[in-house]
C-alpha cells in the first residue's frame, strides 16, 4: 500500500527565505513536493483514513468529492493506492494539467460549465456530487465539513511550523475549504496564542462577507461557506485580486521560484500585511503547490491577457 498513513508520507520540511526576492522578511513554507503534488495530500489521507476506520469505506467503493484541482489529484493518488474509484467533480476553472493528472491516476473527471444561481461553480458541482452520492457504493467524503480536513493540518503542518518556527509571530495562509487555516490556527491557539493567524482570500470569494465576483484560478476563494469554517482562530483577512496574484507568480518565477496560484496570492497578502504592520518575529506563509499545472494559465502569457487585459504584465 503506497499511503497509509498521513504521517508515514510527508516529504521533509523546505521552507524559503523570500527577503531576497520580495525585500520583505517573509518565510514560506513550500508544501508542493510529494506525490500529490499539494497541501492537499494531508486531508485526503485523513478523511480516507477516518472514512475506512468508521467503516464508511470498504473494499470495491466509490470515492465522489467535488474539487477544482489540487484534493481531485490528490484523492485519486490515494484511491488508485487503496483500491478505490474515484469520480472527481470539477469545474470549467480546473486546469487542463490538474485535469490530466486526475485520470492518469485512474480516476473519473465530471467537469460542471453552469454555475448555481446563488452558490456558483461551487454550488453547482457539490448539487452533483449529491447526486451521485445517491448511487450505491459511492461515498462523498465532503471536504467543506469533514473535521479531518482541518484536523489534519492540526497534527501535521502547524507542528511542522512550529518545530522550526517555537517563537513564531505571524502565520499567513491562504483560504478555500479553510482546512488549513482552521487546523492551523487552532494549533497555535492551543500551543502559542500570541501568534497572529492571517488569512489570505481571493476578490471575489464570499468567505469573509465580500461581494462575489468572477474569479479564474483555482484554489483560494469560495462561494459557499464551509462548516468547518471558524472565523474566531483568524486575526486579521487580506483580500488579494487575481491580478496581483498573476503578478507575484510572475515575480517569484523570474527569481527561480516557480510557485502555483494559490502560493501567489498568499505572497502578495502577506507582503502587503507586513509592509503595513512591520512585526518584529518571524513571519511564515504556506505554499500549497507548485507551479507546474498553471503553465497553461498563470504563467501563459495569451491566457493572462485574455482574462485580464493587456497590461496586467506590463503595469506596476
Excluded at 474515484?86 to 490530466?100: A, G, I, L, Y
Excluded at 498573476?246 to 509592509?275: D, F, P
Aim: net charge negative; hydrophobic share 40%; glycine share 10%.
Amino acid at each position: 500500500m503506497l499511503i497509509s498513513r498521513a504521517e508515514e508520507f510527508h516529504t521533509d520540511d523546505l521552507y524559503l527565505d523570500l527577503y531576497p526576492v520580495l525585500g520583505t522578511p517573509l518565510v514560506l513554507k513550500h508544501e508542493g513536493f510529494n506525490f500529490a503534488g499539494s497541501v492537499k495530500l494531508k486531508p485526503a489521507v485523513a478523511m480516507v483514513t477516518a472514512a475506512e476506520d468508521a467503516g464508511l469505506l470498504r473494499p470495491g467503493a466509490t470515492l465522489v468529492e467535488s474539487s477544482s484541482g489540487n484534493l481531485g489529484v490528490a484523492l485519486s493518488a490515494v484511491a488508485a493506492s487503496r483500491g478505490y474509484r474515484f469520480v472527481c467533480v470539477t469545474d470549467v476553472r480546473c486546469n487542463e494539467v490538474m485535469r490530466r493528472q486526475i485520470l492518469a491516476l485512474g480516476a473519473v473527471v465530471e467537469v460542471v460549465s453552469e454555475p448555481d444561481p446563488r452558490t456558483g461553480l461551487v454550488g453547482a458541482r457539490t448539487r452533483r456530487v449529491r447526486e451521485l452520492r445517491e448511487s450505491e457504493g459511492y461515498v462523498w467524503l465532503n471536504q467543506y465539513d469533514n473535521p479531518s480536513n482541518w484536523s489534519s493540518h492540526l497534527h501535521s503542518t502547524g507542528p511542522e511550523i512550529a518545530k522550526h518556527w517555537p517563537d513564531l509571530d505571524v502565520l499567513v495562509v491562504g483560504v478555500g475549504t479553510t482546512g488549513t487555516l482552521t487546523g492551523c490556527a487552532r494549533y497555535f491557539r492551543e500551543t502559542r496564542p500570541e501568534t497572529r493567524i492571517i488569512a489570505v482570500d481571493a476578490v471575489g470569494s464570499t468567505l469573509f462577507g465580500g461581494p462575489p465576483a468572477p474569479r479564474w484560478i483555482p484554489g483560494l476563494g469560495n462561494a459557499i461557506r464551509p462548516g468547518i469554517m471558524d472565523e474566531s482562530v483568524v486575526d486579521e483577512v487580506v483580500m488579494v485580486d487575481e491580478v496581483d496574484t498573476v503578478r507575484m507568480c510572475r515575480r517569484l518565477a523570474s527569481s527561480g521560484y516557480l510557485l502555483g496560484g494559490s502560493t501567489g496570492t498568499v505572497v502578495s497578502g502577506a507582503q502587503s500585511w507586513v509592509r503595513r504592520n512591520r512585526p518584529d518575529g518571524p513571519v511564515v506563509a504556506v505554499s500549497p503547490d507548485t507551479g507546474v499545472p498553471y503553465l497553461d494559465t498563470v504563467y501563459a502569457d495569451d491566457w493572462v491577457h485574455r482574462t485580464y487585459g493587456g497590461d496586467t504584465l506590463t503595469a506596476p
